[in-house]
């Protein structure tokens, strides 16, 4: 005679509380770790971009916050601080 197979047990609220916090820091971890990475990545890129003579910087008039946006084809201009929202003079940083 074959047995059935067993069915699994039910976790209990202090299982699954331990196991959810468990992948919680699994994905902070993961998520830390790509950020990282990304900042990294961003660094080398902006390094590049700057030796080129390919990174204009721009300082919003309204907050002060300042900017690095690429001189490079396809890639539009901002129109608006992304720290306050107001409108930047890209006139008058040419």
């Given amino acids: 005679m074959a047995e059935e197979p067993?069915?699994?047990k039910k976790?209990?609220?202090q299982q699954l509380?331990?196991?959810?916090?468990?992948l919680e820091?699994?994905?902070?971890?993961?998520?830390?770790?790509?950020?990282n990475d990304?900042?990294?990545v961003?660094?080398?890129?902006?390094?590049?971009?700057r030796h080129?003579?390919?990174?204009?910087?721009?300082?919003?008039?309204?907050?002060g916050t300042e900017l690095s946006h690429p001189k490079m084809d396809g890639v539009p201009m901002p129109t608006?601080?992304?720290?306050?929202?107001?409108k930047l003079n890209l006139d008058e940083e040419e």
Avoid: W
């Fill in 6 to 8: 067993r069915k699994p």
């Fill in 11 to 13: 976790m209990t609220t």
């Fill in 17 to 22: 509380t331990y196991a959810v916090h468990s």
């Fill in 25 to 35: 820091q699994a994905f902070n971890n993961i998520a830390a770790a790509i950020g």
């Fill in 38 to 40: 990304m900042a990294q």
């Fill in 42 to 49: 961003m660094n080398v890129l902006g390094g590049m971009l």
């Fill in 52 to 63: 080129l003579d390919l990174l204009v910087d721009i300082k919003c008039p309204d907050c």
């Fill in 80 to 86: 608006e601080c992304p720290a306050c929202g107001g």
